[in-house]
Antibody
Framework: EVQLVESGGGVVRPGGSLRLSCAVS????????MTWVRQAPGKGLEWVSG????????GYADSVKGRFTISRDNAKNSLHLQMNSLRPEDTALYYC???????????????WGQGTLVTVSS | DIVMTQSPDSLAVSLGEGATINCKSS????????????LAWYQQKPGQPPKLLIY???TREAGVPDRFSGSGSGTDFTLTISSLQAEDVAVYYC?????????FGGGTKVEIK
């Protein structure tokens, strides 16, 4: 059974940092790209960042470019999102998802975790 | 960036009746080189993560009931629920994966009338 379990969320002050993690099981991790999608309270979905199977190719939403860094550890079946210079508008539930990646690019997402909540507030 | 616009924002449908959700992209998401349309649909029930329903605009994900179907081409797409069931109450999102950044529509909330 495919499982994705996010962790690392919490309350942080504006300008602070957090590192999210996603532990994966139930499939061959390095066969797939991975992605982070967030959802602000009561709002829609926003793609945040994606990474290909070996970490050579990454992509970011304009809203997080230069502040967030996606990475993966294939030996540990884990995905990470380093979030720096956090802003109140980054407050959201952050989901990791398996990316069906077409041609090394992010595509659609067939398995999702339950999410980890990040709250940026003073 | 490709903007995805969904309509309506919400709709109420009687049990057993059909529901139609529209999604329009600001530019074509069709790749002529492989004749594929880079569009997906998701269902999100309250308190749950999104669930993939449709990809390549019309390919149903394994295990998704056949009352869900996707259609459309170019810039205009439709998700149809042929006979609404109580468990279909959810918010539905379209998503393009033609180009980065990937973008989602604003969502359509489906309720029972």
């Amino acid at each position: 059974e495919v499982q994705l379990v996010e962790s690392g969320g919490g309350v942080v002050r504006p300008g602070g940092s957090l590192r999210l993690s996603c532990a994966v099981s139930g499939f061959t991790f390095d066969d797939f790209g991975m992605t982070w999608v967030r959802q602000a309270p009561g709002k829609g979905l926003e793609w945040v960042s994606g990474i290909d199977w070996n970490g050579d190719s990454t992509g970011y939403a304009d809203s997080v470019k230069g502040r967030f860094t996606i990475s993966r550890d294939n030996a540990k079946n884990s995905l990470h999102l380093q979030m720096n210079s956090l802003r109140p508008e980054d407050t959201a539930l952050y989901y990791c998802a398996r990316d069906m990646g077409v041609g090394g690019k992010s595509s659609y997402f067939d398995h999702w975790g339950q999410g980890t909540l990040v709250t940026v507030s003073s | 960036d490709i903007v995805m616009t969904q309509s309506p924002d919400s709709l109420a449908v009687s049990l057993g009746e059909g529901a139609t959700i529209n999604c329009k992209s600001s530019q074509s998401v069709f790749y002529s080189s492989n004749s594929k349309t880079y569009l997906a649909w998701y269902q999100q029930k309250p308190g749950q993560p999104p669930k993939l329903l449709i990809y390549w605009a019309s390919t149903r994900e394994a295990g998704v009931p056949d009352r869900f179907s996707g259609s459309g081409s170019g810039t205009d797409f439709t998700l149809t629920i042929s006979s609404l069931q109580a468990e279909d109450v959810a918010v539905y999102y379209c998503q393009q994966y033609y180009s980065s950044p990937l973008t989602f529509g604003g969502g359509t909330k489906v309720e029972i009338k």
